[in-house]
């Protein structure tokens, strides 16, 4: 009778040992679906700031494409008005009874591509603005492109974590 005892024993604390065992178990498989429940939450937001930086970028890109036209633009008309203005320091050697007219305009010529001048500078102060913007998104972009690797690496982690933890419940 008392071998009996000794065996039931035995028994109910192994019984009690699996019982710990598996809500330990089941404790670990909770955390687990947790930190792969944070883990998919920081990946969602590390795409959507990502996503953003793209948008960002395709705009900073549209309105560079834009100032380059717009200085494209503007040397064109400095060309067209200096060879203009050749012209008419030309016609001024040839007609000195229209010296006085044609100074003016000259005075007129040189105030216009002053304006555009300093447009011009703008526009080259601007573009260089834009790009090193366009520099800085960009490496925010591969700094996040990373970090979404690296959180894809811990989610896979993760879910390998997960599936032994759940392999070791089914064999207890």
């Not at 937001?45 to 309105?63: C, F, P, S, T, W």
């Not at 008005?81 to 010529?109: I, R, W």
């Not at 492109?145 to 896979?156: G, I, L, Q």
């Amino acid at each position: 009778m008392e071998g009996a005892n000794i065996d039931m024993d035995s028994v109910k604390n192994k019984m009690v040992r699996l019982r710990n065992e598996k809500d330990e178990a089941n404790d670990r498989a909770d955390q687990l679906a947790q930190q792969l429940k944070d883990c998919q939450d920081s990946l969602s937001q590390a795409e959507n700031d990502r996503d953003d930086l793209h948008r960002k970028i395709q705009n900073l890109e549209a309105e560079n494409y834009t100032l380059q036209e717009n200085l494209s633009t503007a040397n064109n008309n400095i060309e067209e008005h200096k060879q203009k203005e050749k012209d008419f320091e030309e016609s001024v050697n040839g007609l000195t009874h229209k010296v006085s007219m044609l100074e003016k305009a000259e005075e007129d010529y040189l105030a216009q591509i002053k304006v555009l001048t300093d447009k011009l500078e703008a526009a080259e102060t601007a573009a260089a603005d834009h790009e090193r913007e366009a520099n800085k998104l960009r490496m925010d972009n591969e700094k996040l492109e990373k970090d979404v690797a690296e959180s894809e690496e811990k989610f896979k982690n993760m879910q390998d974590s997960l599936r032994s933890a759940m392999a070791d419940l089914n064999n207890v």
